[in-house]
């Protein structure tokens, strides 16, 4: 980890940002998860670059058994496990840290309590784990205390306040939820406990996501559309299910997702490689090429009241591989860099979708992990830095090229643009360009041949530019 943090220090040297102003409400949220440099007790280096990239929003997720007083203990814990005095000071202070220090920073957080559960409420048996409900309420009902804003830790420091909540993490996930065909009920009891533990503990008014769904279905594990029909009790149709099939999905019990604000997935494509357009292959699969199975099964779900309508999407967890380091999955890194600029294209022109997300600022140490970072772990920049800071795309209208463009760390203030066109002699300044409060703009530009870039000068005075781009990236 030392290491990791001279090189945030080195990039911060060349990554600035624009002082911090109060949160502003944006119709497009950057959200920014890594909880390996998060959660490391020292996330000010991290969050600064993030900041810096024009993230607003980190996302973390909260382990149940990390937290958890006797974690491998079969006996349920003496004390009040609502109360988060319960819970080790130690346990809390990677979280603490976080909160702190992205509050400080202008950034919101997003919290997932989720499992691993601790053994005592694992409910396991000799393959299956049924996680109980009432020990989950209680666990988020402690998140929810410690970060209501009017909590103080060991040391008589108040803690900040969190208002962004999601339950659990990939739920349709064999790692996450098993048995998987009882995942649905799972879930769905898991959920209803949750919500009783944010109401609980004062935090009934704040935005909650449901879901947080991955977007394929392999082996053991469930694909997201059939997930959330079960989760609903609804067939393909809309129709609510009956008889055995209900009783199945345990839809006896059926209660509306009453204060669920918003729908949390995970849109990656198949291993997190390749182009955001390329079709999975489950036809229950819901990846960035196939979101209209998505709004499908929302509008079906609300149709049959089981949430409200018009729930908007928000995307919590994305990324691509590269190659290297990676050495099964993965893309060139020129490709990361362009393929992440067309998610966010393509998340910007869905109506439905609130945010986008990137999934790891490094590469972790281990080549078997996911390598979908901006960074290398050595610390050496990959090209999608850049890419990130200034997303840009561009698509062919008849004779000329409209140019999507994003300047990402516009913290609510017009940006202004230099743009840059190379026939094959160089990029020359072609005009200006001045994007709406959150950076963003559509330009159209004479041709369509070459490439086309944008210059942003940050308000330190730095120079950046975006990625190259054609009206033939695919």
């Known amino acids: 980890m030392p290491r990791l943090v001279h090189a945030l220090m080195a990039l911060l040297a060349l990554v600035t940002f624009a002082a911090p102003t109060a949160r502003a409400n944006t119709s497009l949220d950057s959200i920014f998860q890594d909880d390996a440099v998060l959660l490391n007790g020292f996330p000010g280096p991290s969050l600064d670059l993030m900041k810096g990239l024009g993230a607003t929003t980190v996302h973390s997720l909260v382990f149940w ?41 202008g950034l919101q957080v997003l919290l997932s309590p989720t499992g691993f559960a601790p053994r005592w409420a694992a409910g396991c048996s000799t393959r299956d ?13 402690a998140v929810g205390r410690r970060y209501s804003g009017s909590f103080k830790d060991s040391s008589g420091n108040l803690l900040p306040r969190v208002e962004r909540w999601s339950l659990w993490n990939e739920p349709n996930q064999v790692g996450w939820l098993n048995p998987q065909t009882q ?25 909650v996501l449901l879901g947080e769904t991955a977007p394929v279905g392999r082996g053991r594990s469930t694909d997201p559309t059939t997930f959330l029909l079960n989760l609903f009790c609804i067939d393909p149709h809309g129709h609510k299910l009956r008889g055995r099939a209900a009783r199945q999905q345990g839809c006896t019990q059926f209660k509306r997702f009453t204060g669920i604000t918003g729908f949390a997935h995970h849109p990656y494509n198949v291993s997190a490689t390749g182009p955001a357009r390329r079709p999975p ?5 819901i990846t960035l090429a196939t979101l209209a199975r998505l709004n499908n099964v929302l509008r079906l779900a609300a149709h049959a009241h089981a949430i409200r309508a018009g729930l908007p999407v928000y995307f919590t967890e994305y990324g691509i591989q590269t190659r290297p380091p990676n050495r099964r999955y993965g893309v ?18 869905n109506p439905a979708v609130r945010s986008v997300a990137q999934y790891e600022l490094f ?24 890419a990130y800071r200034l997303p840009i795309w561009a698509t062919r209208k008849g004779s000329r090229t409209s140019l999507w463009l994003w300047v990402r760390p516009a913290a609510g203030v017009p940006q202004n643009v230099f743009v ?16 709406d409060s959150q950076g963003l703009a559509t330009l159209s530009e004479p041709g369509t ?18 990625r190259a781009a054609s009206v033939r990236d695919r």
Not at 420 to 435: C, R
Not at 449 to 466: E, K, L, N, Q, Y
């Open 65 to 105: 058994n990390k937290l958890a007083p006797q974690p491998r203990s079969r006996s349920r814990p003496h004390g009040d496990l609502n109360n988060p005095n319960s819970y080790s000071d130690a346990a809390w202070a990677p979280y603490d840290a976080l909160v702190r220090e992205a509050d400080a920073r």
């Open 129 to 141: 784990c049924k996680p109980d409900p009432k020990l989950y309420r209680q666990f988020v009902t």
């Open 183 to 207: 995942a649905a009920p799972l879930y769905r009891n898991l959920v209803y406990a949750g919500l009783t533990g944010l109401r609980a503990s004062g935090h009934s008014g704040d935005d």
């Open 281 to 285: 292959h489950g036809p229950g699969d």
């Open 332 to 349: 060139p890194v020129s490709r990361q860099a362009m393929w992440l600029n067309e998610a966010d294209y393509i998340a910007y022109r």
């Open 363 to 386: 590469d972790g140490g281990d080549t078997g992990v996911f390598t979908t970072g901006l960074i290398f772990h050595s610390g050496t920049p990959k090209p999608s830095l850049d």
């Open 420 to 435: 840059e066109h190379d026939t094959g002699g160089g990029f020359l300044d072609v005009g200006q360009a001045t994007t």
């Open 449 to 466: 041949s070459g490439r086309w870039r944008i210059a942003w000068t940050d308000p330190s005075g730095v120079d950046h530019f975006s």
